[in-house]
Antibody, heavy 127, light 107 residues
Framework: QVQLVQSGADVKKPGASVRISCKASGYTFTTYGISWLRQAPGQGPEWMGW????????HYAQNLQDRITMTTDTSTSTTYMELRSLRSDDTAVYYCARQDFVTIFGVVKPHDGLDIWGQGTMVTVSS | EIVMTQSPATLSVSPGERATLSCRASQSIISNLAWYQQKPGQAPRLLIYGASTRATDIPARFSGRGSGTEFTLTITSLQSEDFAVYYC?????????FGGGTKVEIK
């Protein structure tokens, strides 16, 4: 079946980096993009960015673009999200989700909702 | 960035009754809107996309309407498994944004 499986929970100290993986199965990996989102306790989801496994194109949230990098490994159908210079307010559950896209006159745009989600990865930032 | 505003924050409904949730976008998003259901400890689940198209395996008691800036999600005859938090989300352009959520609780 179509699924996204994420790496396990992690605890980091302020200033450190975290790298989370998201392995896709059950569909052709390069035909859909992957969005990364996070959800702090008691809050709604916050979109962090998107990557195309087809060509590595990315779109990042402006408030994170200096600290975030998304990559893909098509040989293993895995997407990675690295967040650097962690702070206590980065403590959250991090999700990957499948995000379709369209290309109109060379511009990549999101298309349809986030239809498949990973199980979530809890990241705790604490000294 | 497009701001998504949901109302009410909490909706108290008896089982079997209808619930209507609202979502407003700060500018037109045409029909590029999705609704999600989230239960404690779980990832959000896609219910509706394209403002009114039910996702795979979503029961017919869930329906979405609207276009432009005003949208609604209606749940007819609430079942026990429908008590959860619901989020709207636009995908009209980058960045994607979500509403603050509506908690549907048992009255």
């Amino acid at each position: 079946q179509v699924q996204l499986v994420q790496s396990g929970a992690d605890v980091k100290k302020p200033g450190a980096s975290v790298r989370i993986s998201c392995k896709a199965s059950g569909y052709t990996f390069t035909t859909y993009g992957i969005s990364w989102l996070r959800q702090a306790p008691g809050q709604g989801p916050e979109w962090m960015g998107w990557i195309s496994p087809y060509n590595g194109n990315t779109h990042y949230a402006q408030n994170l673009q200096d600290r975030i990098t998304m990559t893909t490994d098509t040989s293993t159908s895995t997407t990675y999200m690295e967040l650097r210079s962690l702070r206590s307010d980065d403590t959250a559950v991090y999700y990957c989700a499948r995000q379709d896209f369209v290309t109109i006159f060379g511009v990549v745009k999101p298309h349809d909702g986030l239809d498949i989600w990973g199980q979530g990865t809890m990241v705790t930032v604490s000294s | 960035e497009i701001v998504m505003t949901q109302s009410p924050a909490t909706l108290s409904v008896s089982p079997g009754e209808r619930a209507t949730l609202s979502c407003r976008a700060s500018q037109s998003i045409i029909s590029n809107l999705a609704w999600y259901q989230q239960k404690p400890g779980q990832a959000p689940r896609l219910l509706i996309y394209g403002a009114s198209t039910r996702a795979t395996d979503i029961p017919a008691r869930f329906s979405g309407r609207g276009s432009g800036t005003e949208f609604t999600l209606t749940i007819t005859s609430l079942q026990s498994e429908d008590f959860a938090v619901y989020y709207c989300h636009h995908y009209n352009n980058w960045p994607l944004t979500f509403g603050g959520g509506t908690k549907v609780e048992i009255k």
